[in-house]
């Protein structure tokens, strides 16, 4: 939704004048917590986890849709025109990743709600009995149950992907001009995820299944994000400098610590112990995860908002 915004988040020639913008970095982690958290739940739903009553599958739907409108109100603080966002609902324009994004997330709320009438809140089925005869009717489709765990894993990607195309979009910033930004936040999404529901999880066999999968999540995130500087090293002269921002510029103080060591490498070697049950199971290193990856968009967007060609030619 960054073409909705005015000059007032333009950047300036100094990072420590500039007036920064906090809701669309919160929007981005947000998007890619919620994608992690759908195809986490998409999964469980496809191997038919959900027959196991404490399956995190059925409390996942309620967070995720908590969490993602509180990413869409903060997305909605950011646009200058408020009143017209309902335009970017009257039509789909393929070559607009705004437009994309508008309708992706409307597709988003029936699969996520589906999934939590599997398993509604008491009061809700208290209030409206009709629900109860459609999550019967649910649970005795187990094909239909398996469904709705494909369609929430490939729209969780799509969003995922999305929150990434949004800022790559962008040609006239140098630092997100890369395609690779989309796969970043893509797994650092299911990264954050996958440690916020190791953390939420009461099957112990889930949580250890998640533990192991953000390892591998955190293991391909750093790969990913080599991948994205040596991209960025190896083009111009405008994108050389926009790697250095990170690299050892006004940003790689924070990126290099909260983001890649306290946000990825610590984390990691904590929970390859736990994993491997040399340490006991805590939430210090999900915590640490979830922190590094909010951080990280902050610093992809702020960065990104300073790099441009005038800064260089």
Not at 2 to 11: A, G
Not at 53 to 70: A, K, M, R
Not at 184 to 206: D, P
Not at 275 to 296: E, F, R, S, Y
């Amino acid at each position: 939704m960054l073409e909705l915004t005015t000059t007032r988040h333009n950047p300036m020639i100094d990072p420590s004048l500039h007036v920064w913008s906090w809701e669309i970095p919160l929007y981005l982690f947000i998007g890619g917590l919620v994608a992690g958290m759908m195809i986490i739940s998409g999964y469980f739903l496809f191997s038919k986890r959900y027959k196991e009553i404490d399956c995190v599958c059925y409390s996942l739907p309620l967070i995720s849709l908590i969490v993602l409108s509180i990413g869409m109100f903060s997305l909605f603080l950011d646009l200058e025109h408020k009143l017209f966002v309902w335009r970017l609902y009257t039509t789909l324009k393929i070559s607009s990743p705004m437009s994309w994004g508008a309708w992706i997330l409307i597709l988003v709320y029936p699969v996520i709600i589906a999934n939590f009438l599997m398993n509604p809140l008491k009061f809700i089925e208290v209030k409206f009995p009709q629900i109860t005869k459609l999550t019967t009717f649910i649970h005795q489709r187990p094909r239909l149950i398996q469904n709705i765990g494909i369609v929430n894993m490939i729209l969780g990607g799509m969003l995922g992907i999305y929150t990434g195309v949004l800022l790559s979009a962008m040609g006239s910033r140098p630092l997100w001009n890369s395609s690779i930004l989309s796969i970043l936040f893509l797994v650092s999404g299911l990264s954050g995820a996958a440690a916020f529901v190791h953390m939420i999880a009461q099957n112990v066999k889930e949580r250890e299944l998640l533990a192991k999968a953000d390892n591998s999540f955190l293991i391909l995130e750093l790969f990913v994000i080599m991948l994205l500087l040596v991209g960025l090293l190896t083009t111009s002269k405008v994108h050389i400098a926009a790697a250095r921002l990170l690299l050892d510029g006004p940003f790689a103080a924070q990126f290099w610590v909260f983001v890649i060591f306290l946000g990825i490498i610590v984390p990691l070697i904590i929970q390859l112990l736990a994993v491997n049950h040399k340490i006991k199971h805590t939430p210090v290193a999900p915590v640490m995860v979830i922190i590094g990856g909010l951080i990280l968009r902050f610093i992809i967007v702020y960065a990104g908002q300073f790099s441009k060609y005038l800064n260089v030619l």
